[in-house]
């Protein structure tokens, strides 16, 4: 069938929305969603300026919430109707998914970031050439094809509009708290940068009962925001120097957990000198630079730690309606961080993500839907 798709003609190019966009046939484990919204994440950003390996033309967004249309005759746990949100693809099978580890699923780069379908196939067609897709999903579209695996169902009174980036960056800064850091009641905490990843992360700590968390950012709007969503502390680190901030707010001992969302080698490496003896960080952007430390000197006296996460080490079947359950109890306001734009206006909304101007963009696809129906 035909639909519409914001393309990514070459690296580097801006999104071109088409209409004569071809997407493929179900099979037997696919559902078909009719796409509501999308949030736009900074990792699209990176695949379309190519600061990850890709493929090029490319329908990029992940960070997808939508309707089921069809389901394919294997599929068991969805029903055309039912409201959905759309996470990355684990395929179950190998021995971590197994260990309920999809996020370090043994195919996970062929599944999400390889620009085709699990079984090679394309996801796209555009004039009998293929169009390489992203997790498997595509969400900068008005209708799309996904495994079962990819989807997790919402409830119908909640929001379509507002839910797409729990697929991606609210649950990637929340799960890395409470599935890899996993603070102690009492323990301290340190963000470094509070865009939608970095305050999720940040409302994690606080949920966690971390009773100091630092929010740093160079913007002082974003840390009011954060102030609002839970930060006990700010600091812009543009004015003071953060490594002695994060020090005199912890009586000299640095805090015992750090998440930096930057990807500024700067930032990262000072995030190390800022940790507690024992401390641990993980970096979590999405970024082409580079870190340099000394094992010994920086982190083996101090018994400090650096953690690689993917996606918060999460389970979308799991963590996305935990976090939702937290939404509705009043304790992670996710969606103070949102503005909507049209899909026409996708290039300004991807502007004023990378800009800073808007913390999380998201795209209305579908303008005529309302919330609750």
């Known amino acids: 069938m035909k639909i519409k798709a914001a393309v990514v003609e070459e690296q580097g190019a801006p999104f071109t929305i088409k209409d004569d966009v071809?997407?493929?046939?179900?099979?037997?484990?696919?559902?078909?969603?009719?796409?509501?919204?999308?949030?736009?994440?900074?990792?699209?950003?990176?695949?379309?300026?190519?600061?990850?390996?890709?493929?090029?033309?490319?329908?990029?967004?992940?960070?997808?919430?939508g309707i089921v249309e069809k389901v394919g005759p294997e599929v068991k746990d969805f029903k055309p109707g039912d409201h959905v949100i759309l996470s990355f693809y684990g395929c179950g099978n190998c021995v971590n998914c197994m260990k309920g580890m999809p996020t370090k699923c043994l195919h996970y780069v062929a599944n999400n970031l390889s620009g085709v379908r699990p079984d090679g196939s394309a996801h796209f067609t555009e004039n009998g050439h293929d169009v390489a897709d992203m997790f498997d999903q595509s969400s900068f579209?008005?209708?799309?094809?996904?495994?079962?695996?990819?989807?997790?169902?919402?409830?119908?009174?909640?929001?379509?509009?507002?839910?797409?980036?729990?697929?991606?960056?609210?649950?990637?800064?929340?799960?890395?708290?409470?599935?890899?850091?996993?603070?102690?009641?009492?323990?301290?905490?340190?963000?470094?940068?509070?865009?939608?990843?970095?305050?999720?992360?940040?409302?994690?700590?606080?949920?966690?009962?971390?009773?100091?968390?630092?929010?740093?950012?160079?913007?002082?709007?974003?840390?009011?925001?954060?102030?609002?969503?839970?930060?006990?502390?700010?600091?812009n680190s543009k004015n003071v120097d953060m490594v002695k901030a994060i020090q005199d707010l912890t009586d000299g001992h640095g805090v015992d957990y750090a998440v930096d969302t930057t990807g500024v080698s700067k930032m990262i490496q000072d995030a190390i000198k800022a940790l507690a003896q024992g401390g641990g960080l993980a970096p979590i952007a999405v970024t082409a630079n580079h870190i340099d430390i000394n094992t010994w000197d920086d982190l083996c006296p101090a018994d400090k730690t650096i953690v690689g996460v993917n996606m918060g080490d999460s389970i979308p079947q799991v963590d996305i309606p935990r976090l939702i359950k937290f939404y509705q109890l009043g304790m992670f306001d996710f969606d103070k961080t949102e503005k909507f734009y049209t899909f026409d206006q996708i290039n300004e909304a991807n502007a004023d993500s990378g800009s800073g101007k808007t913390i999380k963009p998201v795209l209305i696809i579908d303008e005529d839907y309302k919330p609750g129906e």
Do not use: W
């Open 141 to 235: 579209t008005t209708t799309t094809v996904v495994r079962e695996r990819n989807a997790v169902k919402v409830p119908k009174e909640l929001d379509l509009r507002k839910l797409g980036p729990l697929g991606c960056g609210y649950v990637t800064g929340s799960g890395t708290v409470f599935n890899t850091l996993k603070p102690e009641p009492g323990s301290t905490i340190a963000v470094i940068g509070t865009g939608a990843v970095g305050l999720a992360a940040m409302m994690a700590g606080r949920i966690s009962g971390c009773t100091t968390v630092i929010a740093v950012d160079i913007h002082d709007e974003r840390l009011e925001l954060a102030k609002e969503l839970g930060a006990t502390d700010v600091i």
């Open 22 to 65: 071809e997407l493929a046939e179900m099979q037997a484990d696919d559902i078909q969603v009719h796409m509501v919204a999308s949030g736009i994440c900074h990792s699209d950003e990176a695949l379309r300026k190519g600061d990850a390996v890709i493929s090029y033309p490319i329908v990029l967004g992940h960070e997808g919430a």
